[in-house]
């Protein structure tokens, strides 16, 4: 019954800012890990970015100073925040639930961003 919803990927050209939104419902929010994870044609889901029940935050170091991840868990959002956008950042960009006790995964349907100019 969990359902994590992305939105806000797009076109955008190398140097530029993108903010992904990600809604969660049904679910406890607040006892949920929550991250960023990206898919690149050809290559494996990555973990992009990852933040705790608990806010402590994550990256891959592909994106260390240049992605920040926050959630809100008044409305059960989960934002990552993309700055200085590269050609390689170009990816499916999933939401992840983890329950902090059970380990129990849940995945959004994807939200595609490309960089290109």
């Known amino acids: 019954q969990v359902q994590l919803v992305e939105s806000g990927g797009g076109l955008v050209q190398p140097g530029g800012s993108l903010i992904l939104s990600c809604a969660a419902s049904k679910i406890p929010f607040s006892i949920y890990h929550m991250g960023w994870h990206r898919q690149a044609p050809g290559k494996q889901r990555e973990l992009v970015a990852a933040i705790t029940s608990g806010g402590s935050t994550n990256y891959a170091d592909s994106v260390k100073g240049r992605f920040t991840i926050s959630r809100n868990n008044a409305n059960n959002m989960v934002y990552l925040q993309m700055n200085s956008l590269k050609p390689e950042d170009t990816a499916v960009y999933y939401c992840?639930?983890?329950?902090?006790?059970?380990?129990?995964?849940?995945w959004g349907q994807g939200t595609q961003v490309t960089v290109s100019s």
């Open positions: 992840n639930a983890q329950h902090m006790l059970t380990s129990r995964n849940y």
